[in-house]
């Protein structure tokens, strides 16, 4: 098992580093304090812990609901990269410390990244109302007036913002958990809708907020939504913003399970352990057939499953399935 840069044994809490460990021995040894390195305040907006084949990305952004900023995002696009090229990560688990999942973008932003946005004002549902970066405010610079911004600003940030985050977690070539904590709201919602299997705790809500704020759902809302749930329940959310507690969005189809507060991480860790045990190859084209299912027709659908089949049936776990089947034994994966 391996973790950076937090515990090896409780996904989530900070472990030392390498030079911070080094520090602590010397000065048990010695009594005198030794000055470590700081932590990249970058590396903690994601805590991230490898643990049975399964990445925790542990969003940790808790005095601000874990609102997404710049930093934060491209720090989740490279850890789910990371995971897809990982042979040793093969299922991928997203949660957030402390009770709110995700309030979506921050429109404060970072002073690093720029122009940014984020509201602290909370709507009658609870949810800070935080959308991504169609904001007005956000294109300009932050000193300067909203006419300062060119015709395609807008645009170009959401593509390069919500957009990315959003085919990051649907291309990721490993299973991707999304353990729902609390309030999932607008592109924290899509966040979590973008993951191949969405476990919520009973306290758990999902908000389209951004009929609120005036803006057109981002984030691949418009995309995810209908896909999930049909294109009238779809509008339905969107128009009205109401907040979806996790029953309610389980009857619907937008999450697969809801489950006690205090048993979400021991369902995610048993889900995803499972897939992580799993044929990692077959699960990752299996995947790339199902997403792709509503966005191609019957002839491109089944010439993309048989390819998927021949190219599937050169993997080392393949042979070791059909292997077991002739054998009568449990097979044993090795994610090859």
């Known amino acids: 098992m391996t973790s950076s840069p937090v515990s ?3 996904p989530g809490n900070p472990a030392p580093s390498a030079k911070a460990a080094e520090a ?3 000065a048990g040894a010695t009594g005198t304090a030794v000055a470590t390195d700081p932590v990249d305040p970058v590396d903690s907006l994601v805590l991230h812990a490898t643990d049975n084949g399964v990445s925790w990305l542990t969003l940790n952004r808790p005095e601000a609901l874990h609102a997404i900023t710049p930093d934060l995002r491209e720090r989740m696009i490279e850890q789910l990269a990371d995971a897809s090229a990982a042979p040793d990560v093969r299922a991928v688990v997203i949660t957030a410390t402390g009770k709110g999942f995700c309030a979506g973008a921050d429109l404060r932003g970072s002073p690093s990244a720029g122009p940014t946005n984020s509201t602290d ?3 009658s549902n609870g949810a800070t109302n935080s959308t991504d970066s169609a904001n007005p405010s956000d294109v300009s610079d932050a000193s300067g007036p909203t ?5 395609g600003d807008v645009a170009r940030l959401i593509r390069r913002g919500a957009q990315r985050l959003i085919t990051a977690v649907l291309d990721c070539e490993k299973p991707v958990i ?7 709201a607008g592109l924290g919602a899509h966040l979590a809708f973008a993951c191949d299997l969405v476990l919520a705790a009973e306290s758990a809500r999902f908000i389209e907020v951004f009929v609120h ?3 057109v759902p981002d984030g691949g809302g418009a995309y995810l ?3 999930l749930i049909g294109p009238q329940r779809a509008k339905e959310l969107m128009f009205f913003g109401d907040a979806v507690p996790a029953a309610e969005a389980e009857r619907l189809g937008l999450v697969n399970r809801v489950v006690p507060d205090g048993e979400l991480t021991k369902t995610a860790r048993e889900w995803a352990e499972r897939l992580a045990a799993g044929p990692t190859r077959t699960l990752a084209l299996t995947k790339q057939l199902v997403n792709a299912s509503l966005d191609t027709d019957r002839t491109a659908c089944f010439a993309a499953e048989a390819a998927a089949q021949e190219i ?5 776990d393949a042979q070791e399935g059909i292997a077991s089947f002739v054998q009568r034994r449990s097979p044993s994966y090795r994610g090859r």
């Not at 999304?178 to 999932?184: D, E, K, P, S, T």
């Not at 599937?312 to 080392?316: A, E």
């Open 147 to 151: 006419s300062d911004r060119l015709a």
């Open 213 to 215: 704020r005036g803006l």
């Open 225 to 227: 939504l209908p896909r």
């Open 178 to 184: 999304a353990a729902v904590n609390g309030a999932a």
């Open 121 to 123: 004002s909370s709507n």
């Open 24 to 26: 602590a021995n010397t």
């Open 8 to 10: 090896p044994n409780v």
């Open 312 to 316: 599937n049936m050169t993997t080392v």
